[in-house]
């Protein structure tokens, strides 16, 4: 075996290696589908893909490189099109400017010394070793921001990051399009494409603060409301306390007077005062404080309610996603029968569990007497406060979009229901 074989050996062996390192980068962006063919599928073809070779002007391997992409995130991983198209946005261009600038410097250096073998058999090996430390050095760099992006990004983000990358995108394609005859021409734009969209990962970081500030407002939110619900409970116990004695006192004077009914009945009304306001919905003290708030909140507006939870199971779904879930549909299901005159057609219903196959689903259901307006497909509520109409439902659709999820709206004359459905809760 000669020293090119070993060589060429060598750099096939790096070029696994940097598709290596693409393939977890790729699924940090958006989450492949299981089993192991598909991850071979995938990890073949980032390992083609990144190693591709851009000439000047090459239109064939510069196009079917971007439909392969495109096609592989769209068929092989699952989640938002958004999040999927964002890993093609942010990373063809890395691949491409990268690949174009490697082997065309390294083409401008040998063909400088004339290509004698020893330069050769240095650029046969550089080349994928540049590839595969720049590979290096982003997953090293950027792995925590990669990280959180998918934990947290929406919708919303994804795309302002598509937008922001596109013009990367569109930029490097249509430079080597029409690269000049001088390729040497072609390499500031090469780098500022590739520094460009290097700076929108890092800018992530910004958009992960806001997130991350955002998440802590409302868990500090909840958390005010749990203690509230908590002390609101603890006043009442010393309330009952204080009256203990007198309680006992009426009680033994019935009973010896002789009024043993009069005793019961008096014991039934105290046993009734006694029992705990705060009841037990799940495990997870903040939600559950939640819960009892709505639930307390209804009985004070003297709406028949009927709660069934079941999320002792629940594992996925963090619990400042649920309770956003239940503040916000149970807001607008308690203020939309306070708004029915006759006490007796107020009712909300409340179903939420925990599949035997990961599944959430949840199911609230409220009747109402006001008009349901829609504007654009979004609902309009008739509160006084414009700013703030319809805020809820899309906070509770933002949840439910993080993790892939459905939501449905559905609507009568005299009921209103939100069903939500999250796979692998």
Same mark, same amino acid.
């Given at each position: ?239 009952? *306390? ?7 006192? /009426? $009680?033994?004077? %019935?009973?010896? !007077?002789?009024?043993? +009914? ?115 497909? *979004? ?7 414009? /700013? $703030?109409?319809? %805020?809820?439902? !899309?906070?509770?659709? +933002? ?27």
């Amino acid at each position: 075996m000669n020293v090119m074989s070993v060589i060429t050996y060598i750099s096939y062996l790096l070029n696994f290696m940097q598709g290596f390192l693409l393939y977890r980068i790729i699924s940090y962006f958006a989450r492949q589908r299981e089993g192991k063919i598909w991850s071979a599928v995938v990890y073949l073809s980032v390992t083609i893909l990144s190693n591709i070779i851009i000439f000047p002007n090459d239109l064939f391997n510069v196009t079917m490189d971007l439909i392969w992409f495109i096609l592989l995130m769209l068929t092989a991983f699952r989640g938002s099109v958004w999040q999927r198209l964002a890993a093609v946005a942010v990373l063809y261009p890395l691949v491409i400017s990268q690949n174009f600038l490697v082997l065309d410097m390294l083409g401008h250096f040998g063909k400088g010394l004339g290509w004698p073998k020893a330069v050769d058999i240095a650029c046969t090996i550089a080349d994928p070793m540049l590839h595969l430390l720049i590979w290096y050095g982003i997953y090293r760099y950027f792995e925590k921001r990669l990280r959180q992006m998918d934990q947290l990004f929406d919708d919303r983000i994804w795309i302002v990051m598509d937008g922001v990358c596109l013009a990367s995108l569109v930029s490097i394609t249509t430079c080597i399009y029409c690269t000049p005859a001088k390729t040497w021409q072609m390499w500031p734009a090469a780098f500022a494409c590739f520094a460009a969209n290097l700076g929108c990962i890092a800018l992530a970081e910004y958009f992960i603060v806001s997130v991350r500030q955002n998440m802590e407002r409302k868990n500090l939110m909840l958390q005010r409301s749990y203690y509230e619900e908590l002390g609101q409970n603890q006043a009442e116990i010393r309330r009952f *306390r204080h009256d203990m004695n007198n309680h006992l006192s /009426t $009680i033994r004077f %019935l009973f010896v !007077s002789g009024n043993q +009914e009069e005793a019961q009945q008096y014991m039934r009304e105290l046993e009734k005062q006694m029992t705990a306001r705060t009841r037990v919905f799940c495990k997870n003290s903040i939600i559950n404080a939640v819960l009892n708030a709505k639930y307390n909140l209804m009985e004070e507006h003297k709406i028949d309610r009927f709660f069934h939870i079941d999320l002792d199971k629940l594992m996925g779904i963090d619990a400042i996603s649920l309770c956003c879930l239940f503040s916000n549909t149970l807001d607008n299901a308690i203020e939309a029968s306070m708004k029915i005159p006759d006490v007796r057609q107020r009712h909300v219903s409340v179903k939420a569990r925990v599949a035997e196959n990961g599944y959430f689903t949840c199911e609230i259901t409220n009747a109402k007497n006001n008009a349901v307006t829609e504007q654009k497909g *979004r609902l309009i509520s008739d509160k006084e406060d414009g /700013t $703030i109409h319809g %805020l809820g439902l !899309s906070n509770v659709r +933002e949840m439910v979009e993080k993790y892939h999820g459905t939501m449905d709206i559905s609507y009568t004359e005299d009921r209103f229901t939100v069903t939500v459905l999250i796979g692998n809760a």
